[in-house]
């Protein structure tokens, strides 16, 4: 353990992520599917397709088997691709055809309806954060299942309802490309879900059930004819699940699909069997209204309120004849699909009965009116759950539609007409969009600053990044996608910006294959080094209230195990209960004692594994035989003044998140934390580095929080209704599997789900010291300091500083600032005056081997202690030097630095190897020209300009130049 006066060690390095690349989607359903179409009743609900009287057929075009009422006249799947066509469009379906109308919350009314009051009843529940911060494999939620996996469906937790439906908002960025044209894509939508789970020991429903359930909603809640439905066969993957699924089309348009997961998938492919079967439909909601209503396109539907707005401050016009005519085959424009987007324009085109110009002109000015209004909406429910832009993970993927809108903006000159005010204001306009199915929305302070930051950060693209692209172009001139992929999302550059840069055009399907890179990109299975499964649960008792502030404690042995890390030492112990608290949560282990058969052996670490803690002793115990100690009493001591250290660090750790949500806004949310014993660090998310002024405000309102005597209380609670009462700002700490949840409550400030250890009352924690403060990466800040015992001790230390600096200014604390400020600027008086006199002795230098006719090439032994002298001015002397067709080089203990004229000749080789003897990384660089800034910028030819930094030996460099009769100048 490090000593209280160890100097803090900052460490601004992200805790790395340990990825795999694994098979995407796309190939794991590619490789389950020849089997699922080989046994339809084993994987298909056949039964209730019969019943409804319906048919399985093969279609001629996509190959896939479907199923379509005996009476139905459609050739194929159903499927845009196979019909070639949406065919609802201008008539609409059901209802709508018959002259109801329905708008976007009614269509999520009409399906509660239904599902509420099917056979078995489904109920109704509130949509989850767009920000999946309950799971640790992905960012954001893609589709409704996201929010119950993998805990629901492993057993490890209950759902919050069984059966559910939900309108959940999701968001998926492999289809950017087709946004805008084919009507059915978007970045961010929302699934209407239901989902059910299916125990060994509890049966909900499942298959057969499930299709009638949803040919019910079809039919009779949306009153559509069953011979225009068609269900496909297909093969679902997604969040490392599996199973069969059904789609549902009407008029071309996939309404629905239903996911029944049996299957549990690994990065390689291959999958086993669930023991809790689990449904997942998924229905487009836009898609909904779209095909009742029969409107050109589903984005006039979706965003009424928006387009509205901005077609009155743009004055954007879309021509609703040839959208009418263009709707039906705007199905055909889907990238991932289309084997040539050329052809398919100019056949479309033929269709329109207008010129494939003309066609464009009318639907690409729609098609940017159109992803503007969907990235605003992505962005802003990303944002308001508490995501924030940037170059990394999920945050990249938000930046690139925030930026893409940007582009499209400037592109079209609408900026101008907006401003950064006038597009704020679509935000609030896609509220009142969605209003209808999630009431109104809280204020969000933050949400202007963070726009207002990405456009500033977008019209000013980061420099250094802008620099690696362009040294990129140097070596390539035509970009690769890899190169796009690069730029775009480590580099955090704009496909536009790319695309002006480089004189190229951006890929048609960019964002597609950004999509599948990161669909690639996999967390490894955890190693698990000890087979733990046998034993009882270690009960950790300091969580119990009787005995929290606990030192002793008697327990008994499990069992001893080999340490695997440690060439099989056995000095692992498992105990049946402990106070040694493990390595989790971010916070350091307890260490003490054990007193094992009449022997104390010190506790060096503790780790988890499992539901069992482990106790790592400093040797190993000497009995081979387990039987010997297996049920043997042991006594237990902690380190008291390690663990009250660590229990304030952790606490610390709440307030300081408390104070930062306080002072920055409601986008701060928690990425990471460490609590040592020398001190703790906190990663937030925030769009900026921190001010000097906002540390001390984040360290003034930590320590108010301290000072008010806040009550710590600790209990359990049903994982369920915590997040009922508290939402999902418990999981500050990262994934909780169980029912159950610890819950951390200091009152009126912060409430965490978490295990580490606690005061009881903020006032223990004594003071917080924010020590400093560093942007570790895009969008993530971390903030070190120290509280208790630790606090006073850096107090002490900054204490003594002042009177230190008191001593040598000689004045007194109220007069420090202006003492050192009038020292510092005397000090950069004297240190410009000195340089002053450099750069004379340097001319003076200069000017006499120049002016010496007995000397053709010198060196200069100096005294300065680095080449900056010479590198910033002797440049300057670069076109005397070659008129003269002189030289003269510099030699410092630890540079080399000349100018000479090239009839000079120099065997640079032989000095190379004279430098490698002293240092085996050694690098002399030479230049065949001088670039000459004063008094104007110019290019010297004719010289050779040679500088070396490093370790060298100056008698052997000199021995060098005089044998290359460079001669020795004493100046």
């Known amino acids: 353990m490090k000593g209280a006066d160890a100097k803090p060690e900052f460490d601004d390095k992200l805790e790395e992520v340990k990825t795999i690349k694994g098979l995407t989607v796309k190939e794991i359903k590619a490789k389950a599917r020849p089997e699922f179409e080989a046994n339809p009743a084993k994987f298909y609900p056949t039964k209730v397709f019969e019943k409804m009287n319906f048919e399985r057929h093969q279609c001629p075009v996509t190959k896939h088997y479907y199923w379509k009422h005996k009476d139905s006249k459609i050739q194929t799947c159903g499927d845009s691709s196979a019909e070639g066509k949406y065919s609802f469009i201008g008539k609409g379906v059901g209802i709508g055809r018959k002259g109801t109308k329905i708008t976007y919350a009614q269509a999520w009314e009409g399906f509660k309806k239904s599902l509420t009051s099917a056979r078995v009843p489904c109920k109704a529940i509130d949509r989850y954060p767009v920000v999946a911060r309950w799971r640790n494999d992905v960012d954001y939620v893609a589709a409704g299942i996201y929010c119950f996996q993998p805990y629901c469906v492993t057993g490890e937790l209950d759902p919050p309802a069984n059966p559910l439906i939900c309108p959940q908002f999701s968001v998926r960025f492999n289809d950017l490309d087709n946004i805008g044209l084919t009507g059915r894509h978007y970045s961010g939508f929302i699934m209407l879900g239901i989902q059910v789970f299916n125990y060994p020991d509890k049966y909900v429903f ?15 809640e949306l009153e559509i004819d069953p011979t225009e439905i068609t269900y496909v066969e297909d093969v679902w993957a997604g969040g490392g699940n599996l199973g069969p699924s059904v789609e549902a089309f009407v008029g071309g348009l996939e309404i629905g699909n239903m996911v029944f997961m049996q299957y ?7 999958y086993e ?9 998924g229905i487009g909601l836009e898609r909904i209204p779209w095909a009742v209503n ?3 396109t589903s984005y006039e539907d979706t965003f009424a309120n928006v387009l509205k707005y901005l077609r009155s401050k743009l004055d954007v016009k879309v021509d609703e004849n040839i959208w009418e005519k263009f709707g039906p085959y705007s199905c055909l424009l889907d990238v991932d699909e289309s084997e040539n987007i050329d052809k398919t324009w100019e056949f479309i085109a033929e269709k329109v009965g207008v010129s494939i110009e003309e066609l464009k002109k009318a639907i690409l000015m729609a098609k940017d009116l159109y992803i503007v209004a969907d990235h605003t909406r992505t962005a802003m429910m990303i944002i308001q759950d508490g995501s924030l832009p940037s170059n990394n993970g999920g945050g990249s993927n938000l930046r690139n539609v925030i930026r893409r809108v940007f582009a499209i903006l400037k592109n079209n000159d609408w900026w101008s007409k907006l401003g950064l005010k006038g597009f704020l204001e679509i935000f609030e306009h896609h509220k009142l969009d969605l209003e209808g199915l999630y009431g109104k929305f809280k204020d969000y302070p933050s949400f202007e600053k963070i726009i207002e930051v990405e456009y500033e950060r977008w019209s000013n693209t980061d420099t250094d990044q802008k620099a690696k692209f362009e040294r990129m172009l140097k070596k390539s001139k035509t970009l690769t996608d890899d190169d796009w992929i690069v730029a775009v999302t480590s580099y955090g550059i704009p496909a536009d910006s790319v695309a002006k840069i480089s004189g190229q055009p951006i890929p048609n399907d960019l964002y597609y294959k950004i999509a599948q890179l990161q669909e690639r990109i996999t967390k490894p299975p955890e190693v698990i080094l000890y087979n733990v499964a046998h034993l009882k649960e270690t009960e950790l008792i300091f969580y119990e209230q009787a005995h929290s502030s606990a030192v002793v404690f008697e327990a008994k042995v499990l069992d001893v195990f080999a340490n695997l890390t440690q060439k099989n030492l056995r000095n692992i112990v498992i105990l049946d209960k402990s106070v040694f608290y493990p390595t989790s949560g971010g916070q350091q282990h307890d260490v003490g004692t054990l007193k094992i058969d009449g022997e104390e052996y010190n506790v060096v670490n503790v780790e988890k594994v499992g539901k069992v803690c482990l106790h790592i002793l400093d040797r190993p115990l000497p009995n081979p035989d387990n039987s010997h100690y297996v049920g043997m009493p042991v006594v237990g001591k902690i380190d008291e003044e390690r663990r009250k250290q660590l229990k304030n660090h952790h606490t610390g750790t709440h307030i300081v998140f408390a104070a930062c949500r306080k002072v920055l806004g409601p986008h701060v949310w928690q990425n990471g934390a460490k609590k040592t014993i020398d001190q703790a660090h906190l990663d937030i998310t925030h769009f900026d580095s921190l001010t000097k002024q906002q540390e001390v405000e984040i360290e003034n309102a930590a320590n108010r929080i301290i000072l008010q005597n806040k009550q710590i209380n600790k209990f359990y609670m049903d994982k369920a ?10 999981y500050q700490g990262g994934v909780v599997p169980g029912n159950q949840l610890r819950v951390v409550n200091i009152e009126d400030t912060d409430v965490e789900a978490c295990c580490g250890t606690h005061c009881d009352n903020t006032s223990e924690v004594g003071w917080i010291k924010i020590l400093r403060t560093t942007k570790i990466q895009d969008g993530i800040v971390r903030l070190y300091y120290v509280a ?5 001790t850096k107090l002490n230390a900054e204490k003594e500083v002042l009177n230190d600096l008191q001593k040598l200014l000689a004045t007194t604390q109220d007069n420090l600032v202006d003492t050192a400020d009038k020292f510092f600027k005397q000090a950069k008086h004297y240190s410009n005056e000195c340089s002053r006199q450099e750069q004379k002795i340097l001319r003076l230098q200069v000017k006499y081997v120049l002016d010496n006719p007995e000397i053709k090439s010198a060196y200069v032994i100096s005294d300065e202690d680095e080449i900056t002298l010479y590198v910033s001015f002797l440049k300057n002397h670069a076109v005397a030097i070659r008129d003269a067709g002189k030289g003269i080089v510099f030699i410092g203990k630890k540079f080399i630095y000349g100018i000479l004229h090239n009839s000079i000749n120099l065997n640079l080789e032989e000095l190379k190897a004279i430098l490698l003897q002293d240092n085996e990384k050694a690098q002399l660089k030479t230049k065949d020209s001088v670039s000459v800034t004063k008094p104007k ?9 040679l500088s070396y930094i490093g370790v060298l030996n100056v008698d052997k460099v000199k021995k060098y130049f005089n044998t290359a009769e460079v001669r020795e100048c004493d100046l």
């Open 206 to 220: 499942f298959k057969e059930e499930c299709v009638e359930f949803f040919n019910d909603w079809l039919t009779k």
């Open 273 to 281: 069997e669930l023991d809790i079967k689990v449904i997942d439909v």
């Open 294 to 296: 029969g409107s050109a």
């Open 788 to 792: 208790g015992e630790r606090t006073i």
């Open 721 to 730: 209704q915590a997040e009922l009462e508290y939402g999902f700002r418990l």
């Open 264 to 270: 549990k998938t690994f990065h390689d492919g291959s």
């Open 937 to 945: 910028a110019i290019k010297v030819d004719q010289v050779l300009e």
